[in-house]
Every structure is written in C-alpha cells, then in structure tokens.
C-alpha cells in the first residue's frame, strides 16, 4: 500500500469530520495555533484569502491529507495508472516518454496561396501539425463576393470560395505535416467534402494522412458566433459528418469539442467541463439513434482544451478531464473497451491571459501555461497561443518563438520524462476531485434541462457565460486580481514594443475577381442540378456529404452549396448569443 | 459612477459583420448601465445600414461599435458615411477591440471620435462618456434643462 | 407649429424620435410638440404585451410586425425594460429581437428603460404612444416591462391587452396568472413548442372559462391561441384576434372610451406628481410647513397626521 492510501484510508480514528481527533489533526492545529499564526499576526495574508482565478475557490494555506479525506479520495479509484481506467494519471501507458505531443499552431489568413507559404513556413520552424481557420464569410456560409461580407475576405482567416482555392491552400509537402485540422463548422459538409477532394487530387493516400475536422457546431451557437442553421439543423449536418467520416475514414477524427473556446468566453473549468461533456452526448446520442454503439463512436471524440494563468486549475481540469470522460462512457453509455474510455485531447495555453500591453510578457505567460499543459498531461498534441495575440494575427516572429517555447518545454524542462509528476499533491487531488464533484452536479442540472441542445436553445449557457464575464472583467477593474501591463505595472505611455502581422487588402479584391472567373468558366446546368441534389438530401434525410461532394468537383461554390442547404434549414438568429441581454 | 439624471445618456451598442467576440460588448454594457447611462443593444451581425437606422429611431446620443475581427477599415467608415447623409452627424462615433494603431488616423479620419483597445478600464470608458455628455449639455440652451423629479430630501 | 412637429406630422423619422426623447427626458420641448400633435392622434390602435420576464414577448412582438407588414399595415413599437433603481442605467435588449425589421420603412421600434416608473411602463410611454400615433403608424405595439401580477398599468394605455403566457414556469406563476387573467384581452401561449403547453392550456382555458361566465353576454370573450413565436407559429391568428378585439371595441363604441380613459388616467397622474410637487415647494417655502416636512423625516410625526396637516394648513 503507497503512502498516500495508508494515509487516507479512513479508519475510526481518522475518518471524515471525525478529524479533530486525529493525529494529523492535532499536529495540523498545532502548527496553526504554534508556527503560523504568530507569524500571521505579523504578516498577514497579502490577499484573505486568496481565491483560485476563475472558480475564485478559497485556497487554503496548507493542503494535507485531511483534504484527500475531505472528499473521500481512494488512490485505485481516482486514479489508477496511465493508459488504464480511468486515466487520470494519463492516456498513454508511458506518459510522454515514448511520444511526445505533436506541436502545432493555428493559422488562417488571405488566399489559398498565401496560406500555403505560410504554413510551409510554420513546418520549417519546427511544428508538425496545423490548424487552419477559415475567414468568417466561409465559416459563415458566404461567398467572397457576397454584399453582406465586404471588408472580411481572407481578414481573420483562409477565404474558400471553390475546392480550387483548396486545392492552392493544400500546396503543402504532406511527408512533414503530421496533423491537420479543419475549423469550419457550420458548413462542414461543403468544407469536408472540399478537403476530401483536394486531398485525393493532391494524390495524398487517404487512409495514411490523419485529418481532423472539428464539426463543433453546438459551441458555435454558445460562444463563437460561426453558424448558420438552426441548432436543431447544425446538430443534423454535423450528425452526416461524423457518420461519414466514421464508414468512409475512419482513421480520421470526426469531431472535437473545443472546450478552449468555452474558456475564452469566461467558462470556469466546472463549466467547461460540464457543458464539453454534455455537448458530447448530444453527439453521441445523435450517432447512437443512427444505429451506431457505443464502443464504435466514443473513440472518435476528440477535445481541445486549454489552461490559464492559474497553474492547478489548469493542471486539475486536464485531469478531471479524462477522468471524467472515462467514467461517462462506462458508467453511462456502458461502453466496455478501454479505447471507448480513453479521451484523445490536444491542449494549449489560453490565449486570454495573452495582453495587449508589454507583448513580451507574454512569452513568460506562454511559457508556464505550456508547461501546465505537459504537466497536466499535454495528450496528442499540443497548439500555441502566440505573444502577438491581442495585436493582430501572429506575425512570423512571434511563430517562431512560440514554436520554440513547445520544444523547450519538451526538452529543457524535464515535466515530461516522468509521468503525471504532479500526482499524490494534497491540493492537486483535492482540487481535482472537488472540480469533478462540482461539475457532476451541473451536469445533473444540464440533464434536467434537457441536455445540451436545449440548454443551448434556451439560453442558459450563454446567460451563465454573461455572468462570468461580468464577474471576472470586474476582479480585474477592481484591483482584485493582479494582470502584469493591465493594472500592475503599467507603462504610463507604453509603445508598441513588437512588429505585427499587416494584411494586404488587396487580397479580397483578388479572391472576388478569381471567383467571378470561376462561375464564368463551369457547367451551370449541371451545377444548378447538383445544387438541387443537396436541397434533396437535405429534405429528405439523406448523407449531405456526398451531393456535397459531387457538386464541389463541379465547382459549386462553397457559398451556394450552404445557400442550398439554407434554403431548406432556414437561419439562426444571430440574438440566442447575447450572454445577460 | 454618476448621480440618477432626468436625462440619461443614450447609446446604441453593436457589433457588425460576421465578429462574433461578444465579452468585451457585454462587459463595456454593463458597465455603462452601472454609471446610469440607457445602452440600447442593436445586437451581432449587423449591417452598417441597420445601425444606423436603429440610431435614428432610439435618438441614441452615441453608437458604440465593438470589433475584434479586422473588419474595421471597412465597416467604420461606410457606417460613418452613412449616418452624416441620414442626418445623424450630431451623434458621437465610438469604437474598441482590436484596432491596431496603424489604422486609428484612417478611423479617426473617417469620424470615429474614441478608440478603446483591450485592457480599456471601463470606468474610464463612462468617464469619457460622462464628461462629452455633460458637456453637451451644458452646450444646449438652458431652457432644455428639467427640474429635478423628486422633492428636495432633508 | 414646430419644426420637429410638423416633420413629426410628416411621419419623419429623426423628428418623432426626437419629439419621444424630449417626452422622455421631460424636456419642455416635448410638451410643446405634444400639443400640437394631439388633434391628429386617436387613429392607432394600441396594443400592449405583457407577461412573465422571458416569455418571449419581444420574439412575438417580431413576429406580429412581420404578420402586420404582410397585412400592410405601418407598424410602432415601444419596448420597455426596467431602469436600474440604483444609477438609473438600464441594458435596453428588446430590440435585438426585432432588428430584421431595422431597414423597413413603415417600421419604428423604440426602446425605453422604466426611469423609476413601477408599473411596467415609464412616465412618458403614453406620450410616445401619442408620437407613433400621430405619425401614422396603424398599429403601435407596447411591451411591458416582464411583470408579475401588480405591473399592469398597460391596461389602462392600451385598446387591447394582450398576456403572453409559457408553460413550465412553475407554481409561483398561479399567482400571476391569477392577477393577468383579469385584465387580458388576448391570451397568447406562447412556446407551444415546450412540453408542458397541454397542461398550462387547459388550466387557463379552465379559469378564462370561470371568468367569462360572470360577464354580460355581449361581452367579449378573450381567446387563448397557442403560439411558437421563433418560428412565427399562430402568428396569423394572433393578428386575427387583435382585430376582432379592436372591431368589437368599435362596434360597442369602447374604442373611444378607452381613449378618453387612458386620457383620463393620465390627466390625474399629471395632476397627481404635480400638485405633490408645487404643494412640497410651498410648504418648504415657510417655516411652520417646513418643520413639519423634516418632522416627518424625524418619525416625530406619523406621516398621515402630517399629510392632513399640510393640506389643512394649505387650506385644500
Ligand atoms: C476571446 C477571444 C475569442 C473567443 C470569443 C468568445 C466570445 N464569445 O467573445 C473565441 C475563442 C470564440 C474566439 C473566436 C475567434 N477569434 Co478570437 N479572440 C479572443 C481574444 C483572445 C480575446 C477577446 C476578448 O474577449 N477580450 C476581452 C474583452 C474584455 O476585451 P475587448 O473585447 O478588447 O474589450 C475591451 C476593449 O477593447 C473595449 N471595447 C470593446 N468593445 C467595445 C465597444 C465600445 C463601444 C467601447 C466603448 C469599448 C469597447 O472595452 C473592453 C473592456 O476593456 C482575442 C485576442 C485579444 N486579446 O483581443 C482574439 C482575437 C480577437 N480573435 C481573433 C480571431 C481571428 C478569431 C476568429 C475570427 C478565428 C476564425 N478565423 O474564425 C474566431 C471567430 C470569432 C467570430 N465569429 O468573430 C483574432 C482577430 C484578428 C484580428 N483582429 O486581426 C484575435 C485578435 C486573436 C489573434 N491574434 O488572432 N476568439
Ligand atoms: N422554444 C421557444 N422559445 C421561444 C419562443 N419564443 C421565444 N422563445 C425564446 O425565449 C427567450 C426569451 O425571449 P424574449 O422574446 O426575449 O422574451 P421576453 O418576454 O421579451 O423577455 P423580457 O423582455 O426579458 O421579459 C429567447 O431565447 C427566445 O428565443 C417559442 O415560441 N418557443
Ligand atoms: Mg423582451
């Protein structure tokens, strides 16, 4: 028996809220009444008590294993070893000492081949993988030439009007890309079909090159803005993806829930637990009424999730993360392999701890949530924020050192050559098991709602969201919490300290004109009927993918394929996200 | 935070285009509700036309348009445009997000009379808010000054 | 006549969102124009939405202006959230539902925040009303304030009231319902979409039943119509009942007495604040009076006693 289970392992004496008798517990009194609190008296508290960053949890001064026994910690049941059931100490039997994660970087910005130089770039500074966003008039379902999207185009994100503009994106030397992530939700259908075309044109071998393609519609309608269909609809399309991917590739990952944009939105890690897990069951619920099992799908899901400032809250979340994923699908959906058990996750530093002010700083900031990440368990693969953040998208510099910050952890720092370090820590353990304990309640609150979808429907995470962002945009305006370059020290006057990444505009005049070029030189006939083949499938039922995919290779655009298929799903009211209005 | 007014400041928040970063629209809300000013909420994906005419009819004394995904050289300046043709050139423009400062003197040029970057206290939004409105006030003739609502308290 | 007046008369835009401003600031100027304005009023007819906070009255609102634009009809909106009692901010979200009518002329949607004002309107909601109406809009749409049982001041404003009701709200709501049920001209359920609509249904056509058995024969009977607002369900029947309501308020020659009623009420409510007001600056005025003022801030007196005191001193 280790230590820490002799320890906690109640017996009359030591057991829970029978503790003042014990022995820990009169030494524990002791050191307060003898050691600390004299020393209290003198220097007090700089904060009483200090709170953690975005649950704002007291912490306590001294964690021991009084805390573990608070909730009722049992060394096999929390925790288990890696790769086994539930996977709280990890997913990979060997931690990070065979493999370590692959690193990756989001990118998105301009033309197909503005984006393929720059993701060349990117391979060469050292990543293996990427994650492409989209400019907004593509993930929202509008052509480049749309009225409604002027001064968007290539702006935030890669323009897609036309599987050519892929196929110029694509321009990439696939024997050194690893991994590849697609973000286009909302029309994932069109944007899955596209990749699959120009892969297969590219002449990639399909059944080798890992794709994976978020299909995240249901966080878009909560806290990201990217839809188009009502959520009913959204879930339906994302459905046909997934079900695709699954019969068709099924070495490719058909879904992730970015619980990383929940965060950004002012998610606490119980919510971003809670609400993650109760998204993915509206998925899995959605494949198991497609005749699926459980031990076929649960493998297929995939997380994004990322860690702030606040090192154990960070490191906890992962934890519980995978513990409770585990526990989920065996004790609710009573899957039964462990890879229907076993969460696949990639992970990354916030970006919302990243400032405007004294840019460098952030690279400190980068630093620690990175490595919070390998502590916490990094998973598959790891993506990086970049310091220029609150600027503009990244520029190559800031690319570099962000790239280099993940090898440095990796190498430098020695979090990764054993595994789950940070395991048997009084406050991480407590900590854990009170973010699990505290988001099974509100998943229980969700489920009475009616799940995800209805709580979607309803407003109610957008609403608990606007509470959040209220609450913690004033910890900071109050002095409550300390944020270097924002309210602690500031530089009167500061300068710009870094070059940023500028955009030529340009580049959406160009895109229009390649486009209207492009509708000039096709089969209208044939694309008004594959246009139609779409609005079939989408009345009646059928796979999207396929039509899609058809009328892509006749050079149906991207914006008249969702046209299509808004014809029949109608529109979201861009009102259902407006947290507290 | 500022005292009740008969005449509380009106402004119309919005976001246009396809920017959906909704945490700094809210928080900047609620705070300017917070020093007693009527936020008006236009709401996301909105036109520059559709702003504009929502301005006219809450007679809002300010639009206050948040963005965050570059779209602004764009937007800003058509919504400026179009709001001195409609005849709300006496309206004051505001912005905040991401607005690098190689792009400010195009929106200042253009109209936009504030620009509030990320970190922006939002009590010194309401104070900018406060003291142009106080100021406009004090501007108008006297005769639009109203009597104080309630009796005098001990 | 005014500028502002006169553009106002024209149905311009800028001016009668000008002339609502100063009645909503109490800016001299607004009385002025109101005036002027009020021969050309008494056309619109106005209607009031109230019911529980969420309800989705600002969705139907939507919904109706929609269902009224098909019907031709120039459609006012006033939309009414509550005022913060502490800085008197409010976050004015109604219009958010109903922005893609934004661009469409024979539309005007108007936010307004309480300002004090319990009731589930503010002071100057009347007065607005009396703007869209001389504008020429046909219809004008008033949405309270969400409200429970006491805030229904919209009665006496408005020709038709109509009360939004949800299922799954939960016991407290017996209450409302109670207190809503009494004024309703129309009865909206509205989320007939949500489990739960059969129940609340039958419970309240139940209770309109009871009500109606105690009114005269020719009264009117006030429909309950089941609606999903979001999808602009029961929308055409809604507006169907708004007319009748109003029909049968012309044919019993209500229409107009409602009209002077509402006038009525709101000469008293004038009168009321006023006369409070004067009487208050009086009595500060003089020492006697103003010591019993500041004895009724000192609890040295009850303020009854000291009510009757003043009025008899001031000989009303
Ligand atoms: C959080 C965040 C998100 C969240 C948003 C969640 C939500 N519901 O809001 C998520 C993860 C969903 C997200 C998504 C995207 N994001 Co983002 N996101 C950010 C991030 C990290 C912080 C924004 C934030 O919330 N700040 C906190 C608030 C409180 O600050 P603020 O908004 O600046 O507001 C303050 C002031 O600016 C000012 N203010 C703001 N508005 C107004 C309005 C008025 C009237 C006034 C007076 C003042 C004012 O007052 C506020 C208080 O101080 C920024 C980077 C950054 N630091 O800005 C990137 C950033 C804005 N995102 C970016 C991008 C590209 C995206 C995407 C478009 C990616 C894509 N290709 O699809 C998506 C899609 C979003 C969409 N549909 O628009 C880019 C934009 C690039 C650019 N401008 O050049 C940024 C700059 C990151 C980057 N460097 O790439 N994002
Ligand atoms: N399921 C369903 N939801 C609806 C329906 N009508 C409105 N809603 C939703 O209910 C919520 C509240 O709608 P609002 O129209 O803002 O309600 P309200 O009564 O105006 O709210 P307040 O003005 O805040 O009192 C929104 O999320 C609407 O989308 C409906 O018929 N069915
Ligand atoms: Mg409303």
Redesign the interface.
């Known amino acids: 028996m280790s230590t820490i289970s002799k320890l906690v392992t109640p017996t009359p004496e030591t057991a829970p809220g029978d503790g003042a008798t014990s022995p820990l517990a009169q030494a524990r009194a002791s050191w307060e009444r003898e050691t600390r609190a004299p020393y209290v008296a003198a220097n007090p508290d700089r904060e009483t008590p200090p709170r953690s960053q975005a649950l704002r949890w007291p912490v306590e001064p001294l964690y021991t294993p009084a805390d573990l026994d608070a909730v009722g910690f049992d060394y096999l049941k929390d925790l288990g070893f890696p790769g086994q059931y539930p996977f709280t100490r990890g997913t990979n039997p060997n931690g990070h000492r065979s493999k370590l994660w692959t690193m990756t970087q989001v990118t998105g910005f301009g033309r197909g081949e503005d984006w393929s130089k720059r993701a060349r770039f990117m391979l060469e500074q050292g990543l293996q993988g990427l994650i492409l966003e989209y400019d ?2 593509t ?2 379902g509008y052509d480049s030439d749309d009225p ?5 185009v290539g ?2 994100g890669l323009a897609i009007d036309s599987l050519q503009d892929l196929k110029r994106a694509l321009d990439l030397p696939f024997e050194r890309l690893r991994y590849l992530m697609s973000v286009c939700n909302a029309p994932q259908p069109v944007n899955l079909a596209m990749l699959i075309a120009a892969l297969e044109d590219k002449g990639v071998d399909l059944s080798k090159f890992g794709l994976t393609i978020v299909n995240g519609i249901l966080i878009e309608y909560t ?4 839809y188009i269909y009502p959520p009913v609809h959204g879930l339906r399309v994302a459905t046909d993806c997934m079900e695709y991917i699954i019969r068709h590739h099924p070495n490719w990952a058909p879904i992730s829930i970015i619980s990383a944009q929940l965060q ?3 998610a606490t890690p119980v919510q971003e637990l809670a609400f993650s897990l109760t998204i993915a069951m509206a998925y899995i619920d959605a494949l198991l009424a497609r005749g699926f099992g459980i031990d076929e799908v649960a493998p297929y899901f995939h997380f994004v999730i990322n860690v702030d400032m606040d090192f154990f809250e960070g490191i906890c979340k992962l934890r519980a993360f995978r513990k409770m994923w585990a526990r989920l699908m065996k004790e609710r959906y009573g899957a039964t392999t462990p890879e229907a058990m076993r969460i696949r996750t990639l992970t990354s530093p916030t970006t919302t701890a990243l ?3 004294q840019p460098l700083n952030n690279i400190g900031r980068l630093a620690i949530m990175a490595t919070a990440c390998a502590l916490g368990g990094a998973g598959e693969t790891m993506s990086t924020p970049l310091h220029d953040e ?4 990244p520029a190559e510099q800031a690319i570099r050192v962000g790239a280099a910050i993940q090898h440095l952890v990796a190498h430098e720092t020695g979090v990764v050559d054993t595994i789950d370090p940070l395991a048997g820590s009084y406050y991480v353990e407590s900590l854990t098991r009170r973010i699990e304990d505290a988001a099974t309640e509100e998943i229980a609150r969700i489920d009475k709602l009616g799940g995800a979808l209805k709580a979607i429907e309803t407003g109610y995470f957008q609403r608990a969201l ?1 509470r959040e ?2 609450e913690r ?1 004033r910890e900071i ?1 109050q002095g409550r919490r300390k ?1 270097v ?3 602690h020290l500031v530089l009167p006057d500061e300068k ?1 300290e870094i070059k ?1 990444f ?2 030529d ?1 340009r580049v959406e005049i160009e895109q229009i004109a390649r486009l209207r070029e492009l509708r000039a030189h096709r089969d209208e006939a044939q694309v008004a009927r594959l246009l139609e083949a779409v609005r079939e499938a989408a009345r009646g039922g059928a796979n999207l993918v396929p039509p899609c995919m058809a009328a892509v290779r006749a050079d149906a655009t991207h914006g008249e394929l969702c046209n299509a298929m808004r014809d029949v799903f109608g529109v979201h ?3 259902s ?5 | 935070m500022t005292a009740k007014s008969s005449r509380p400041l009106r402004i119309l928040l919005a976001k246009l285009g396809l920017d959906t970063h909704t945490v700094g629209i809210t928080v900047v809300a609620h705070a300017l509700r917070e020093a007693g000013m009527e936020v008006i909420f236009a709401g996301l994906k909105q036109t520059p036309e559709m702003v504009v005419s929502a301005a006219i009819q809450e007679d809002v004394d300010v639009i206050g348009i948040s963005s965050l995904s570059a779209g602004h050289t764009r937007s800003l300046p058509r919504l400026a445009r179009l709001l001195r043709e409609q005849g709300g050139a006496d309206k004051l423009l505001i912005v905040g997000g991401v607005i690098p400062e190689e792009d400010q003197p195009l929106l200042e040029a253009a109209g936009v009379a504030r620009i509030f970057t990320m970190g922006t206290d939002t009590r010194e939004i309401a104070r900018y808010l406060n003291d142009w409105w106080l100021a406009r006030l004090a501007r108008a003739e006297p005769a639009t000054r109203t009597e104080p609502s309630a009796p005098p308290r001990q | 006549m005014t500028d502002i007046g006169c553009a106002l008369l024209a149905g311009q835009v800028a001016a009668g969102a000008r002339a609502i401003r100063w009645l909503d600031d109490q800016d001299p100027r607004g009385r002025e124009v109101l005036r002027e304005i009020f021969p050309h009023t008494g056309r619109a007819h106005l209607v009031g939405i109230t019911g529980p906070p969420g309800a989705g009255k600002s969705t139907l609102v939507d919904a109706l202006i929609g269902e009224q634009r098909a019907r031709g009809r120039r459609v006012g909106v006033i939309a009414v959230d509550p005022s913060s009692p502490f800085t008197g901010g409010a976050i004015l979200g109604d219009r958010v539902r109903m922005q893609r009518h934004a661009l469409d002329e024979g539309v005007f949607v108007r936010s307004m925040g309480t300002r004090g004002q319990a009731g589930g309107l503010s002071r100057s909601t009347y007065d607005a009303c009396l703007v869209l109406d001389a504008m020429g809009y046909d219809v004008v749409l008033v949405e309270t304030v969400g409200v429970g049982q006491d805030e229904i001041d919209i009665v006496s404003l408005a020709h038709t009231t109509v009360i939004v009701m949800v299922p799954g709200l939960g016991d407290e709501v017996q209450a409302i319902k109670a207190g809503l049920l009494e004024v309703g001209d129309v009865f909206l359920l509205n989320k007939a979409d949500r489990d739960g609509v059969e129940q609340v249904g039958r419970e309240l056509e139940l209770m309109l039943h009871l009500r109606g058995q105690d009114g005269e024969a020719a009264a009117w009977r006030p429909p309950l119509l089941r609606m999903v607002a979001t999808r602009g369900e029961g929308t055409g029947a809604a507006v169907d009942a708004l007319e009748a309501h109003a029909a049968h308020l012309r044919a019993s020659g209500q229409y107009q007495r409602q009209a002077g009623l509402r006038s009525y009420h709101q000469f008293t409510a004038t009168l009321r604040e006023a006369a409070t007001r004067r009487l208050l600056e009086r009595a500060l005025r003089h020492s006697a009076t103003a010591a019993l003022v500041a004895d009724v801030h000192d609890l040295k007196v009850d303020p009854y006693s000291a009510a009757e005191a003043l009025l008899a001193q001031t000989e009303l």
């Open positions: 907004l008039p993930t929202n409604l999207v002027e001064g968007e702006r935030a806290c990201v803005g990217r950004p939105a002012k400032t405007l002010q609150a600027h503009s998208l606007g962002q209220y945009n305006e944020w370059g924002v309210n710009r940023i500028r955009l505009e009211k861009p009102d996200q407006l947290a507290g209005m």
